[in-house]
């Protein structure tokens, strides 16, 4: 079904390129899109993470430069029955994080540097399993082709701004450049669309039951949601596109940003956790081993007061 929907959106934002092709330049201009679109589609499947990785100045670390978050990701890829997936610290200070990568064997998880020192270690669990699960689930090849070429889409109809009509259909130049006002926005819309807001449900869902503690994700996502209204995210404010791969939307919502609104509501993804977590605050039958519920931190480990780091 992934890989359906993957066809599916490739095959609709091709026509978006076309279409755009076609205002600025007729019939030729419509060919020449389709050629640059097939291009775009193999350069994203194969590029396209290490594009968004690059566009937000995220560094790999490792065991010996970020033993904690290294050892953490292990811990719960180990549960989840996952390979190692690579790890990328982003330097911004809002809280947050997304993964990204074609397949689990190419995979990776990128996290801010805000997000490590606003978070508990727990907390920190429950969104790395959340992130783990889009893995788990595929869902990380479908969110970064979208933001790859809804972006490409979007600069190639300012670009036509500036040609108005074209020599093929003698349409008037006002014309054509109202249609690239709208069809920029209508490829952010159709990220939207394209990526179901059920797919965060369900990365919610199997994060708790990775971690095995719904309510550590839940109180993570109550803290970065706070915080991602208080707290700019310039990079992903210069590329809305990207913003439905973050774990919370991580725009502020002024002006056209709000097209972007692809999370579903941080207050009913936690009501859906405290129903999953139930009286006992706790799933145990996730993958890998049941944790300690009754240690503070992740798996026998003590609860920390202020943060994973210090």
Request: some cysteine.
């Amino acid at each position: 079904m992934n890989y359906f929907r993957t066809a599916i959106l490739l095959a609709g934002l091709t026509g978006l390129f076309m279409g755009v092709g076609y205002l600025i330049g007729g019939a030729s201009g419509a060919m020449i899109a389709l050629v640059v679109a097939g291009a775009t589609n193999i350069f994203a499947y194969w590029n396209s993470d290490r594009m968004v990785l690059s566009m937000y100045g995220a560094h790999e670390v490792d065991a010996a430069t970020a033993p904690d978050l290294h050892r953490l990701v292990a811990e719960l890829a180990a549960r989840a029955g996952l390979p190692m997936p690579r790890v990328f610290l982003m330097d911004n200070p809002q809280p947050n994080a997304f993964a990204t990568g074609r397949n689990p064997e190419n995979a990776a998880v990128a996290v801010t540097t805000g997000l490590m020192q606003s978070l508990r270690r727990e907390e920190l669990a429950g969104v790395i399993a959340h992130e783990l699960a889009h893995i788990k689930h595929h869902d990380t090849l479908l969110m970064t082709i979208t933001a790859t070429f809804a972006g490409a889409i979007s600069m190639l109809a300012q670009f036509g701004m500036f040609f108005g009509g074209n020599r093929d259909n003698n349409g008037p130049g006002l014309i054509g450049s109202l249609a690239m006002m709208i069809l920029a926005p209508l490829g952010a819309m159709l990220v939207q669309m394209a990526i179901s807001r059920t797919r965060e449900y369900a990365a919610d869902e199997m994060g708790a039951r990775i971690c095995g503690q719904p309510m550590w994700l839940a109180s993570a996502l109550a803290k970065i949601d706070n915080a991602a209204h208080q707290v700019p995210n310039i990079e992903a404010e210069r590329a809305p596109a990207t913003a439905h791969m973050f774990i919370i939307n991580p725009l502020s919502g002024r002006g056209m940003d709000n097209l972007f609104a692809t999370h579903p509501s941080t207050e009913n993804r936690i009501a859906a956790l405290q129903r999953l977590a139930g009286p006992s605050g706790n799933v145990a039958s996730g993958p890998g081993p049941a944790p300690n519920s009754g240690s503070g931190g992740p798996w026998g480990g003590q609860s920390r007061s202020r943060g994973p780091w210090g």
